[in-house]
């Protein structure tokens, strides 16, 4: 039986739109995640899974150690449901409320470690805190500055860059006595989070990988001397690194004792494009053929879920099954329908199912409220999504 056949078979008895998710897939994605990671634990990127039972399903796996929220409100809940004792928020907060209620919260503080790049964050935290502790984790520009730092690769996030800045930041966090320094993070999103081999593009690729090279022979040595430096001050719990498309690569620092990954859980079609690994997809959609408006032409119910990141045409989720449709370009995927072109489009009727692909992990979670989870050609269960769980976080 095909793949196609297995999930409509698992499936038969449900209405699609919906969502589901092969748990032999996502093992495996797992399993090779740990190898690649080489012992280095791996803390689970949160938002790229959006599920608690999925989340669960992770953090059981020998190698997997630790969350990371994208929000505090996120990380709080997560706590309450003691999904895992170790929760780095990645990105800096503003809430002041759950700052309080973090800080008023017992297990929640010996659990949560919020982000800071700046005094700014510190000044925040520590008046919405109080004088109770709260655990502190400094972010690091991972970006690449190549001609003399007049051109920037790589995501715009901490202001901090150099030994000589983040000591002075961590330097500052020791001096407030309700302020715990437990760890660093630098994310090269130039490496984890882009392909090197696009598509139609071996130019393109050369060059990509050129440069993610030289960036990574950068950031070590920089991640390095950071490392030094801060730790000449204090002892640090961790130093994380890393994402899916640069497991391998950041494990093999020294400096760095942990990786985070997320995406290569379910494998979208972003990280299909890397030569250093290959993942199976396990998160998957499906929606109805509606009408069958002329030859050629299988138009979908629905379908209209974009993912974030620049406007363009790979933010588009990438019909899977059967293979050889495409999106009409004059109408892309639609908020209520989706004409999809191509021979195979001749061979569905109205009421079959064309399975998709979403681009990025977890936001494939925000549009629907179950996971279905497939074995096999079987149904084994269905789990909800944070938005099942009534939870929208940002």
């Not at 038969?12 to 495996?28: C, K, T």
């Not at 995501?155 to 302020?179: D, G």
């Not at 999103?189 to 081999?197: F, K």
């Amino acid at each position: 039986m095909n793949i196609r056949d297995r999930y409509d078979a698992a499936t038969a008895e449900l209405e699609a739109p919906f969502a589901a998710v092969d748990l032999a897939a996502f093992r495996d994605n797992a399993a090779a995640l740990v190898a690649r990671a080489a012992g280095k634990p791996i803390r689970v990127a949160s938002k790229s899974v959006r599920c608690r039972a999925l989340l669960d399903e992770a953090l059981a796996m020998d190698g997997f150690a630790g969350i990371m929220a994208f929000t505090l409100p996120e990380a709080l809940w997560l706590a309450g449901h003691r999904t895992s004792d170790d929760i780095l928020v990645a990105y800096p907060t503003t809430d002041r409320r759950a700052i309080a209620a973090l800080a008023a919260d017992e297990h929640a503080a010996a659990t949560v470690t919020l982000m800071v790049d700046s005094p700014a964050h510190l000044d925040l935290i520590e008046s919405a805190a109080g004088d109770r502790p709260v655990r502190v984790c400094i972010d690091i520009d991972a970006s690449y500055r190549p001609l003399g730092g007049h051109v920037r690769i790589g995501a715009l996030r901490s202001p901090l860059r150099t030994p000589a800045q983040v000591r002075a930041l961590a330097e500052t966090v020791l001096k407030r006595p309700n302020l715990r320094l437990v760890g660093l993070m630098a994310y090269e999103s130039q490496i984890a989070g882009v392909g090197d081999t696009p598509p139609g593009k071996p130019a393109m690729g050369r060059v990509i990988r050129a440069m993610q090279r030289r960036s990574r022979m950068e950031l070590a040595r920089r991640r390095a001397a950071i490392v030094r430096a801060v730790t000449e001050l204090t002892d640090l719990e961790f130093v994380n690194g890393g994402g899916t498309g640069s497991v391998e690569k950041t494990a093999a620092e020294r400096a760095v004792t942990e990786v985070a990954a997320g995406s290569g859980l379910y494998q979208p079609h972003l990280f299909d494009y890397y030569s250093n690994f290959t993942g199976r997809p396990a998160a998957l959609f499906a929606l109805p053929v509606a009408r069958r408006p002329a030859p050629g032409v299988a138009t979908c119910l629905g379908g209209g879920y974009l993912a974030s990141g620049p406007a363009d045409a790979i933010r588009l989720p990438q019909p899977y099954l059967p293979t050889g449709l495409a999106y009409d370009p004059r109408e892309g995927a639609g908020e209520v329908q989706t004409p999809l072109l191509g021979h195979a489009a001749d061979l569905l009727e109205v009421g079959d199912r064309v399975w998709f692909r979403h681009t990025k992990a977890g936001e494939l979670c925000e549009r629907f409220a179950e996971l279905h989870l497939l074995e096999g050609e079987h149904l084994v269960g269905t789990v909800p999504t944070y938005r099942g769980e009534g939870r929208t976080f940002l």
